[in-house]
């Protein structure tokens, strides 16, 4: 039975959903520049980020993603530039992405807005020849898929301060599909589907020695013919070293979070969805491993850490 699932699912996303699916990552608070590239520069230092996920454990070619994340600011903190690189595996099915970002800053009181801007390109490939079929003589299932790079220009918005952020991004605003011509309007493609994100959060103290923090967020998600998707978070940050939280992705899954600071520079984290839909009866859930490193980060003892 978990055999039947997985390969309706590899159909799914072979015959529906190339770009469609933007990469789902749980710990996406740290994982900012993959939703919003307003989000590049938004500290006062660089900053990398490695992420992994292994999603619905205990299938065989289940899908698993890799992100490698770096952005930092110039010209005095007035801009900020990004680079994304991103891999994503489902059963025979292999998607990778480039992408680079670039905000401007516009300062307002103690906060900021920036504006983003995002280019890049999508390479898919399946590998439909590897798959073992109840009909040998299908030609549906006989030649291997490869498509050309996919052009993709995609905008979003931050505001943020010390203590809170607010965003909404469409990743990919504008693409380019070979069998049509170059246009905003990618609803007439088969492969592309724009995704919509806004997301907020805020950090609060609570208790009078600033120990303990409070850190509540939202993520909204929504495609065009789909329900929108919600991530509800709430997490604990104690000494601004250990964050412990929780967090609800509507109609999918519950999810636990951990990260620790080694250092002013560097974290990791971990994120485990449980599944709560009826699919939860084959998946053993997913893993999500995150590790950071800040450079500069810590040069000034009088600035606390950002934790978004």
């Known amino acids: 039975m978990r055999i039947v699932i997985l390969v309706i699912a590899i159909l799914f996303n072979i015959n529906f959903s190339y770009g469609q699916r933007d990469m789902l990552v749980s710990k996406n608070v740290f994982n900012g520049l993959l939703l919003n590239p307003a989000y590049a520069g938004s500290h006062t230092y660089f900053s990398t980020a490695?992420?992994?996920r292994s999603q619905w454990s205990g299938f065989d070619g289940a899908p698993s993603t890799q992100i490698f994340e770096f952005d930092g600011p110039l010209a005095k903190e007035k801009m900020g530039v990004g680079l994304v690189v991103s891999h994503d595996k489902i059963g025979v099915t292999d998607e990778t992405d480039i992408y680079v970002s670039y905000s401007y800053n516009i300062k307002i009181?103690?906060?900021?807005?920036?504006?983003?801007?995002?280019a890049g390109a999508t390479s898919y490939t399946s590998k439909l020849s590897t798959l073992t079929v109840w009909d040998a003589g299908d030609a549906s299932f006989?030649?291997?898929?490869?498509?050309?790079?996919?052009?993709?220009f995609g905008f979003g918005s931050y505001f943020y301060g010390e203590n809170y952020f607010a965003g909404i991004a469409i990743p990919t605003l504008i693409a380019y599909?070979?069998?049509?011509?170059f246009s905003i309007d990618m609803e007439q493609s088969s492969f592309l589907k724009r995704h919509y994100y806004i997301n907020g959060g805020y950090i609060m103290n609570i208790n009078e020695k600033q120990t303990m923090?409070?850190?509540?967020?939202?993520?909204?998600?929504?495609?065009?013919?789909?329900p929108v998707q919600a991530d509800i978070s709430a997490s604990m940050i104690y000494k601004e070293m250990f964050t412990f939280g929780l967090a609800y992705r509507t109609g999918a899954a519950m999810v636990g979070m951990i990260e620790y600071r080694t250092s002013q520079r560097i974290r990791i984290g971990y994120a485990y969805d449980f599944m709560v839909s009826k699919f939860?009866?084959?998946s053993g859930g997913s893993h999500e491993i995150?590790?950071?490193?800040?450079f500069g980060a810590g040069k000034d003892k009088n600035v606390s850490p950002r934790f978004f």
């Open 177 to 181: 599909d070979n069998d049509y011509s």
């Open 142 to 152: 006989t030649n291997d898929i490869r498509t050309n790079l996919i052009p993709k």
């Open 109 to 118: 009181g103690a906060s900021k807005l920036a504006f983003g801007l995002r």
């Open 213 to 226: 923090k409070f850190k509540p967020t939202l993520l909204l998600r929504y495609v065009p013919a789909a």
């Open 290 to 294: 995150v590790l950071g490193y800040d």
């Open 280 to 282: 939860r009866t084959y």
């Open 50 to 52: 490695l992420l992994y």
